[in-house]
């Protein structure tokens, strides 16, 4: 379903921001792939993969009983053992953090399979014990209330809403600090090498900040003289 | 994917209101069986119908252009051609009425196919010109942007999230100038028949209470003699 | 638990707006006494009257089944059987109008019994049954689903906040189409004979922008000869 | 500050629906031109004209008591006095509706200047008055209290956010029963021109609709016959 | 007003989760009792104790001025005086967080009285003063507005809703860093039994999970042989 | 546009709590100073220095590419230029967090220049390289998207407003961890007296709490003896 990525790819992009992609994207014509409301369980968390999905819809009193997860083929627990390793579980909760959409358990059992990461515009229960796990995780805030009380498992790698973006399948999620960034596949590597190369740019910026600079003509480099100290900088930073 | 429905169901459906069929469905156990913010276009409308659902997820800049509705098989418009005479077509937009989910245009097409009626948790445009059909319509109110800026068409027929509310495909909705219920298909029989039984109760209720009578052991009918009188009144109407 | 009111308090009442009440309100510190979301079933009604209150917490599924409007002593019954002639229904439904505070059964009954009107924060069901009675109603919207699925009568005439606004037994509620404004008890014989001069002269300030005058000096009158204009058209008024 | 429009520009927008502008607009790149929540106070109102805007921050205790509307300068009134004939007062209100943006009085005021219309993402006060009115107008809803409780009336005329749209001086707003649309003023002449021919083409488009056409290679008119059939009602309407 | 509790009880459900204790009243039917919208002011916090309520209705300005405190007997204050050792202050504020419910003087008061902590649907002011103390408290963020500008305290220990859910005096609150739960009094100590059994059973399944099995079959319980190897592992436990 | 501040009053509002500030400002009327949802980016920053506003409306898209930061006096680089040192960044965002209202090379900028902080009831981009510095921030959460997304940049110090509140350029604002209030200018000097004395009551306060002493009587000082106790407290305070 997703174009075969550059092997450099996914390890750029755990090296850049969101703020960098979401630029990079907007020049690109694309306003709308920050995941709305998906904070991180802990703050160093870093996160790069492909998007396999779960939907949920509303769920209904005489389907969505405790005894649901008694079916082998519940979606929710299915997904946890279809996703590749790589892969990234991103779930439509329609923004309802009522209740969680996982748990520690799934999310262990996620970590042992191999999984990158969790994103959900829904909730997290024992976010505390997810928060502990290696393996990163987004949400829109620890809930206690399981998922059965207000959402049904339908879909696994379906295209879906996440915050309010959408996710198709194979669509590369970064994750930092600031939150969740969905790269249509396609786009993927060539965003990844400019999202580097924007950021050494910014480094150059950063210490001309530090170092007393006024932004006007450095950033965005208007300046004529910016563009020679940065290469300047670059051959120092390469001498190095 | 809907079982048979007995031959009177959706006539005896078309004459009772939503509320009384929340409260036979909450007697059943369901608590979440109203659209919410789905609102008539006009007043005195009535809907009885199988839902034939069409699911939105958010747009994207590169794939939901005008140009996308030149695509012969555009969700959208297929689902408009597509839905069998005496359905209703039901829309998830995810509660977003910043934009439409359809227009006069594509309601006319509807209204000719034997469609009906609508129901959307989105937005309609040209909402007065769908208002002057005979074909009903629900929706959270009159929005005038066309679809593609923010939803873009994806399923047909697959189980949704309307207004909160789970909708299978086969589903019967019924609406009026409260709003609209939406039925599991496998209730909708017995629901009927004691929908049409309540409200006839109820008919006697409200003649007793404009004559006067408290509601205590009136509604319901706890006093002893509330039978009794109502069997009368009920023998009375069949003698008319 | 309300001071007596004058006379003439509430007949005057009936002719303001809610608009000139809630600058006259405001002219004396009150700056939250409008009912936040509250819009009236038909244009044209008009309400003025003491509010008896009904408060309702969210409901539970042990305490709040269909069985138990079967208990005599049912709060939101009870209400509707206590309730003084000439009193207005007010109920927190804590904004939630996702279901329903009352129905037509109830409201009818609160006519028969002589009470001035309905204002709720929450839902009526059966909405258009409502609004064929003489008595006025103002809620948050239609809404079919019974109230017990998410609300448990409690309070019968405590202190309420609807819409946001603080409500007490006895204070004077009034509507019109713009809404419904709370008065604080004490303060409604003053507010009302304010309230019937100021639209007096309102009533002259509109006749002469409809002449073409500009409402600088005029409206507020600070200009000297507004005051002996005003006199004049009131003299010319009594002498009609 | 607005470019000077061509005769018939603001005779066609009067003629021609919100739906058709936001779709022009959108062709051109613009996704956010409807400003959201402002409906009219009765159906059937057509606007066009350009924007007259102004703008309210918060209001503070120690500036805006009652007696602010005495200074001859408050930029409320002034608006009112300064509006040119044919422009539409379009009012930020930060989308808060909890107090009204302006009266009956203002807005009779407003009538007799010559003012197009309002257009307010806040509330208005004697709603009904208003609606009574030649000149149309379109809010957030009825809302009683006075805007010194909330609003603090600041700039006139300045580039402004409403309903979350952004509105310049001189953008051609339009209003129906949908909503209302702010045009970039140098956009408007194109797009009235534009807008008049797409909706002849959609008069056909319904016509062939009503008569059993299906949408597909229709609308749009992909399929190779369409335009032939499409000129040739052209040459039949112009034969009349 | 509420049943005595086993003497393990408070003891057991300080040790168990919230999430567990949300899915053991689901069992029982209850999908309503996790405190929406309260967060705990630090990581690691545990509560169990009995619920003492205060209810607020919205403030109002004759009444709710700074020296409203000066009362001896103003329900804050004297809720905080009066709850008794060990019970939780839990509070109803419309889930209006704008302004703060309490401050870190009341806090330290209900903790040298002995109080088990507090819980609320509006905010805190001095929340870190409040971090501070061993008591834990949970709300819906900092405030530093006084509460008199919203909130007028009312009624002590009467049933409230606070993040949407009853609370009845006496029910039992257990928090946790996911939130806060409200377990009907009746139901505490059973609750309480299984949930220590069922948190055994998750160890194991955590245990399992962690070794790498899958979770079909395992949890739920549904492959035959997990339940030997639960009772082995149960057994391996209880030699150590 | 601001008066001059006595000399003491910064150093003074950096020791004090905005809970008691906007107590003081309650005193005096004000009910609205606490800027809404603009959280601290991390624990323990202390803020205090008048406003520089800048006002952002919604963006256009033919406004607001990336190009637009090629603008020397593109009003976001101008503010940051332009801003004296001891002063604070207010952003008007209208509330809206969807994307960023600045990021952390604009940040480190205004700290190079001497800016006292951020303050924005808009997002941050990089919001974990702002929270390393020196300069404190608040904001309504981390958000990478570019302001251009939603933002145009407008007004370089007029009045806005932020978090619901009127800020005026030259008003004071003070931070800390339950977040800012906004002084207005000619306040500041006598609130900051009252503010130190009135936190040395509460530090004899607190001593008292912990010691044991009940509320009532001591908190507000209505006991005959309070006052005598706390006298006693300063002399043995100044004998240290």
């Known amino acids: 379903m997703s174009p075969t990525l550059a092997p450099d790819t996914l390890a750029r992009l755990r090296t850049v921001s969101t703020s960098t992609l979401t630029t990079l994207l ?3 014509g694309f306003r709308n792939v920050f995941i709305q409301g998906a904070r991180p369980l802990k ?44 892969s990234v579980l991103v779930m439509d909760c329609r923004g309802d953090a009522s209740v969680a959409s996982a ?38 805030g620890p809930s ?14 379906a295209p879906i809403g996440c915050g309010g973006v959408p996710v198709y399948p194979g669509d590369i999620m970064v994750g930092d600090d600031d939150g969740v960034v969905c790269i249509p596949a396609h786009l993927a590597d060539e965003v990844a090498r ?6 050494r740019f910014e480094a150059f910026v950063l210490e001309e900040v530090e170092g007393g600079a006024t932004i006007i003509g450095l950033y ?21």
Request: aromatic share 6%; net charge positive; glycine share 8%.
């Open 220 to 240: 965005p480099p208007t300046a004529p003289d910016t563009q020679a100290r940065y290469q300047a900088w670059l051959a120092r930073r390469a001498g190095r």
């Open 26 to 28: 907007y020049k690109r």
């Open 43 to 86: 703050s160093g968390q870093r996160l790069a993969g492909p998007a396999f999905t779960l939907r949920y819809i509303p769920s209904r009193e005489d389907l969505d009983g405790v005894e649901a997860f008694r079916d082998p083929h519940h979606p929710q627990r299915a997904a946890v053992e279809q996703i590749p390793a790589g």
């Open 144 to 157: 206690a209330p399981t998922n059965l009380i207000r959402h049904h498992a339908l879909d696994i790698n």
């Open 103 to 140: 748990g520690s358990i799934l999310a262990t059992r996620l970590q042992v399979r191999g999984a990158a990461g969790i994103v959900t515009d829904g909730g997290l229960r024992d976010a505390a014990g997810i928060a502990r796990l290696e393996m990163p995780a987004w949400c829109a």
């Open 194 to 199: 400019d999202a580097v190369e924007m950021e």
